[in-house]
T-cell receptor, first 113, second 117 residues
Framework: ETGVTQSPTHLIKTRGQQVTLRCSSQ?????VSWYQQALGQGPQFIFQ???????GRGNFPPRFSGLQFPNYSSELNVNALELDDSALYLC????????????FGQGTRLTVV | AQKVTQAQTEISVVEKEDVTLDCVYE???????LFWYKQPPSGELVFLIR??????QNEISGRYSWNFQKSTSSFNFTITASQVVDSAVYFC??????????????FGKGTLLTVNP
């Protein structure tokens, strides 16, 4: 048990729709990162939030956006879904300000049809 | 740009065999961290080890051992006396910088390890 919970576990969306994925973590974990893992690939960094502000972004378009809340939960929002957005989405949380380990959730499997 | 290469896509062994998973990395930073994660079918990434670029000591943890060689930019992972429960996808990852609040991980494509009884 990592203490990181993602919801939903699975969902199916139609191309063009919008989706919100959620991540909740342990108290004190003020850094959250989101990753996209396509089938058979390694996770790809989407972005990171630290104390509710984005402080790092990978090579993903602006239709991928996020929020981090004071209660250590966070959201990943994807607008105008494309078929290639089908993937496992993982969040990882950690305490910022010192080099400690990140804990990953079990992921949300998104299928876009 | 940083890059992690895991040349072995799939490895299949029989229980009790030793197996080594290879990882080669590229980075321009002098300070960086290397990781290994295990991903069982449930999907969650399980942290196994972290090494910083200044510590080339090999590490052993039970049946697991890691060989870090900066001269060849490699960070290989060996499982001794493999067990069926070791079956999973294993990822090598790299994080540049001195850590702190920055935690962007660059992952390899992973190696699927199957341990047969």
């Amino acid at each position: 048990e990592t203490g990181v919970t993602q919801s939903p576990t699975h969902l199916i969306k139609t191309r063009g729709q919008q989706v919100t994925l959620r991540c909740s973590s342990q108290s004190g974990h003020n850094t959250v990162s989101w990753y996209q893992q396509a089938l058979g690939q390694g996770p790809q960094f989407i972005f990171q939030y630290y104390r509710e502000e984005e402080n790092g972004r990978g090579n993903f378009p602006p239709r991928f956006s996020g929020l981090q809340f004071p209660n250590y939960s966070s959201e990943l929002n994807v607008n105008a879904l494309e078929l290639d957005d089908s993937a496992l989405y993982l969040c990882a949380t950690k305490r910022g300000g010192q080099y400690t380990e990140a804990f990953f959730g079990q992921g949300t499997r998104l299928t876009v049809v | 740009a940083q890059k992690v290469t895991q040349a072995q896509t799939e490895i299949s062994v029989v229980e009790k065999e030793d197996v080594t998973l290879d990882c080669v990395y590229e980075t321009r930073d002098t300070t960086y961290y290397l990781f290994w994660y295990k991903q069982p079918p449930s999907g969650e990434l399980v942290f196994l080890i972290r090494r910083n670029s200044f510590d080339e000591q090999n590490e052993i943890s039970g049946r697991y051992s890691w060989n870090f060689q900066k001269s060849t930019s490699s960070f290989n992972f060996t499982i001794t006396a493999s067990q069926v429960v070791d079956s999973a996808v294993y990822f090598c990852a790299l994080s540049e910088g001195s850590g702190g609040s920055n935690y962007k991980l660059t992952f390899g494509k992973g190696t699927l390890l199957t341990v047969n009884p």
